[in-house]
Structure formats: structure tokens, C-alpha cells
Nanobody
Framework: QVQLVESGGGLVQPGGSLRLSCADSRSIVTIRTMGWYRQTPGKQREPVATTTSGGTPNYSDSVKGRFTISRDNAKNTVYLQMNNLKPEDTAVYYC??????????WGQGTQVTVSS
């Protein structure tokens, strides 16, 4: 089984930055893809950024040029550097991992609030 532990959320002003991290603390199965989704009340969970084990990133249009995803395979950890944050980025951010058998795993979520 996979257990994802997230950290780095918080409250920032518009234009500020945050760095999220997520680690697979159990390291029992092989992970193909890791990434981040986000969700606000009344809306569906939406993808933000993903990265493969080889480091190929994919970003949603709303965060391109502002967010950067990276991965440390040795530590089973994925990061999300968020710059130039906007109020519309406010959401609960969820880490996810896809195993070699194509099973999805989710973290508990970490709150990001962007407000002046």
C-alpha cells in the first residue's frame, strides 16, 4: 500500500510563493506518476501538475509559467513550487501517486489560501 504525506501549505498574499512537498513514506510499490490536484467546495477536483518517473512534467493551463513540479526518486518525494500566487489558486491541494499496476493513491490534502 502507498501512504502519501503532504506539507507546505499555508496563507500567503497575492504574488507570494509556497513550496509543497509529498512523500511516499511506505515505499512498498513502484510509482510511475506523481502529481498534484486541487479542489474547492462545490467544484470537482482538478489536475494541477504531474510528473513521470523520468521527470516529464505536465501542467494545467491556469498554472503554466507560475508553478513548477519536480521529483526526487531517491526520496520518493514530489514537490510543487508555486510562484505568483493568485486568489483563485486558493484550494485544498492533494498529492497523488499512480503505481505500476495503475492504482491511484491520494494524500490527505493541504490547504493553500491566497488572500490580501
Amino acid at each position: 500500500q502507498v501512504q502519501l504525506v503532504e506539507s507546505g501549505g499555508g496563507l500567503v498574499q497575492p504574488g507570494g510563493s509556497l513550496r509543497l512537498s509529498c512523500a511516499d513514506s511506505r515505499s512498498i510499490v513502484t510509482i510511475r506518476t506523481m502529481g498534484w490536484y486541487r479542489q474547492t467546495p462545490g467544484k470537482q477536483r482538478e489536475p494541477v501538475a504531474t510528473t513521470t518517473s523520468g521527470g516529464t512534467p505536465n501542467y494545467s493551463d491556469s498554472v503554466k509559467g507560475r508553478f513548477t513540479i519536480s521529483r526526487d526518486n531517491a526520496k520518493n518525494t514530489v514537490y510543487l513550487q508555486m510562484n505568483n500566487l493568485k486568489p483563485e489558486d486558493t484550494a485544498v491541494y492533494y498529492c497523488y501517486a499512480k503505481s505500476s499496476s495503475y492504482i491511484n493513491y491520494w494524500g490527505q490534502g493541504t490547504q493553500v489560501t491566497v488572500s490580501s
